[in-house]
C-alpha cells in the first residue's frame, strides 16, 4: 500500500524491477534507455558523463516526463545535462516563471539556462530574440495576476536596459504587499530571509497563497513563515488529497501547526511513515508529532538507529513523545552527554525534551538524580500493558522509586522474563524492577540451590519476594538495597 501510495503522490513511472536487480546495470541506466529510447552503453555513457549514478531515479523521470510534455524531443532531453540532473521542482518553476515573463519558444537550451538568461538586461534576451521585440516584459508579467484590481495598481513603466529578475522581482514585491496587506518593512524582511521568493512563478505564489488562506493561515502568519510563498503547490496539494488522513491524524490541521509541510515533497513523507513503521512506532505517537515529515528519510532513520544503539534512549522508545527526540535529535545528545559528565543518571524523556532551556538548567541546579513520575508510569505502562492508577499505586510503596534509571530497570525485567517469569507475577512484585539485576541474579541463584529452600515448591511470586527479602536484609529493609554501592542515597525521601 505504501508504495502504491508513493506512485501515486510522485506521478512516476517506475522502470521494471527485474531489470533494476537482475542485473549489474544502474537503475538511472535503464531510466534512460526505456524512457529516452537508447541503447544501453548510449544511456551508460551519459550517466557517467553527467554523473547521475546517485541522482534520484524518480526525479529524473520526472523531468523526462515534463520535458516530453513541453514537446522537448528525446534526443535534446538526452544532450543536454540540466535537464536530466535538476529537481523536477525547479525545472517547472523556471519553465513557468520565464514563460511569465515573455520568454517565447521556450526550448531545452533557453530552459537550462533559465538562471543565466535570467540575469541578463531585457533589451539583452530580445537581441538575441529569447523575448519578442514588442513584449512589453512588465506588463506580461504583471498580466498573469488574477487578481485585476491589484494588478492595476502595479507600475508598469520600466526600461528594457532593467535587468530581467530586477523587474520580476519588483513586481513580485509589490504584489504581495498589495495582497498581504504588507509594509515596505515586512516585504524588505520577507526577501532578506527568503531570497528565493524574487524569482518564483506568480503562479506559483498566488496559488500558494489560496491554500494557505484555505488552510486558515492569517497574512500576517503567511508573511512570517514566507517558505509557504516559495512551496511547489503541487506538493501541498497531493499531500492534502491523497494523504489526508495519514496515521489517522488531519493533514489540514497539521499544516496549520506545522507549515513546513507545505513545502514537503509527499513522496518524502510516505518515506518516513514506512520508516517509522520499520521501527514499530505507533499512528498514535505519530500523531502528536506531525512535524517529523518535514525531515529528510535518511535523517530521520539515522536519529531512530542512534536512539536504538544508545541503552540510555532506547529504554524511552514506548514514550509517547519519542519523535520529539527525533526532531531535536542534536540537542538530545547534548543534554545527555552533559547529565552523564555530572554522573546524574535518570535521563527521562520529559528532561531530555523539554522546549524550556530554564528548566533543564533548574533540574540540573537542584542535582536530584531522579526520574519523573509520569515517564516511569510510561515506561511501566508499555511494559505491562495495564492502566496508569494501579502502576501507580505499586510502585509508590517503595520510597526510592524515582531513583533508579529506567534502563536498569529494563535490565532487571527482561532478566527475569529470560528465567520464565510470568509478567503478572513480577507486577504483583513490581518494585523488584528498581535492584540491580546483578543483584537479583546472584540471590535467585542462590536460593535456586539452597538445600534449606524448597525452591521447586515456591510459587513465582514467593521466589521474587524471597529474593527482595535477602537484598534488603543486608540494609535493615530501609529500601537502600536499590543501590549498586552499599552507600546510603544522597537525598531524603519525604
Not at 114 to 137: D, G, Q
Not at 475 to 486: A, D, L, M, S, V
Amino acid at each position: 500500500m505504501i508504495v502504491q501510495r508513493l506512485k501515486l503522490c510522485c506521478r512516476c513511472e517506475t522502470v521494471k524491477l527485474t531489470k533494476r536487480f537482475l542485473t549489474n546495470v544502474s537503475p538511472n541506466v535503464e531510466i534512460l534507455s526505456d524512457l529516452l529510447g537508447v541503447s544501453t552503453e548510449t544511456a551508460k555513457h551519459y550517466v557517467s558523463e553527467y554523473k547521475l549514478h546517485y541522482r534520484d531515479g524518480d526525479n529524473i523521470i520526472n523531468n523526462i516526463r515534463f520535458c516530453q510534455n513541453l514537446g522537448f524531443s528525446n534526443e535534446s532531453i538526452l544532450k543536454t545535462k540540466h535537464l536530466l540532473s535538476s529537481r523536477p521542482v525547479e525545472l517547472e518553476g523556471h519553465f513557468m516563471a520565464m514563460q511569465e515573463g515573455g520568454f517565447h519558444d521556450i526550448g531545452p537550451k533557453t530552459l537550462a539556462k533559465a538562471r543565466t538568461l535570467m540575469k541578463r538586461r531585457i533589451s539583452f534576451l530580445k537581441s538575441e530574440k529569447f523575448i519578442h521585440k514588442t513584449t512589453n516584459v512588465p506588463k506580461y508579467l504583471i498580466s498573469y495576476i488574477e487578481d485585476k484590481n491589484i494588478a492595476a495598481k502595479i507600475p508598469e513603466d520600466y526600461s528594457d536596459e532593467e535587468i530581467w529578475n530586477v523587474i520580476q522581482s519588483k513586481i513580485i514585491q509589490t504584489y504581495l504587499r498589495l495582497r498581504l496587506g504588507a509594509t515596505e518593512d515586512d516585504i524588505i524582511k520577507l526577501f532578506r530571509i527568503h531570497k528565493i521568493i524574487k524569482n518564483k512563478s506568480l503562479r506559483f505564489i498566488q496559488e500558494n497563497i489560496r491554500l494557505a488562506e484555505d488552510l486558515g493561515f492569517e497574512h500576517r502568519r503567511i508573511l512570517k513563515y514566507g517558505y509557504i510563498l516559495h512551496s511547489f503547490p503541487a506538493y501541498t496539494q497531493t499531500t492534502l488529497t491523497d494523504l489526508s488522513n495519514l496515521a489517522g491524524a488531519n493533514m489540514r490541521q497539521a499544516m496549520l501547526s506545522y507549515p513546513k509541510l507545505f513545502m514537503t515533497d509527499p513522496k518524502n513523507i510516505i518515506k518516513i511513515y514506512g520508516i517509522l513503521k520499520e521501527f514499530d512506532i505507533p499512528d498514535e505517537i505519530i500523531r502528536k508529532q506531525m512535524n517529523i515529515f518535514h525531515m529528510s528519510p535518511e535523517t530521520v532513520k539515522l536519529r531512530l538507529q542512534e536512539i536504538e544503539k544508545s541503552p540510555d534512549l532506547k529504554v524511552l522508545f514506548s514514550h509517547p513523545r519519542i519523535l520529539k527526540l527525533i526532531v531535536h535529535h542534536n540537542r538530545t545528545k547534548s543534554r545527555l552527554s552533559f547529565l552523564q559528565q555530572l554522573q546524574l543518571r535518570c535521563a527521562t524523556l520529559s528532561i531530555l525534551k523539554t522546549d524550556q532551556n530554564d528548566e533543564f538548567e533548574e533540574y540540573i541546579k537542584e542535582g536530584k538524580d531522579v526520574n519523573k513520575l509520569n515517564d516511569l508510569i510510561c515506561f511501566l505502562k508499555d511494559l505491562f500493558s495495564l492502566d496508569e492508577k494501579s502502576l501507580k499505586k505499586m510502585i509508590k510503596l517503595h520510597p526510592f522509586h524515582l531513583q533508579v534509571p529506567l534502563k536498569d530497570m529494563k535490565d532487571t525485567f527482561d532478566y527475569l522474563r529470560e528465567q520464565k517469569f510470568k509478567k503478572t507475577s513480577i507486577y504483583k512484585v513490581l518494585y523488584i524492577l528498581l535492584y540491580p539485576k546483578e543483584k537479583v541474579r546472584n540471590i535467585l541463584t542462590m536460593i535456586r540451590y539452597n538445600k534449606d529452600i524448597k525452591f521447586n515448591s515456591l510459587s513465582e511470586i514467593n521466589k521474587l519476594n524471597l529474593i527482595l527479602y535477602f537484598i534488603e536484609k543486608e540494609h535493615h529493609f530501609t529500601g537502600n538495597g536499590i543501590w549498586r554501592k552499599c552507600d546510603e542515597p544522597k537525598q531524603t525521601v519525604d
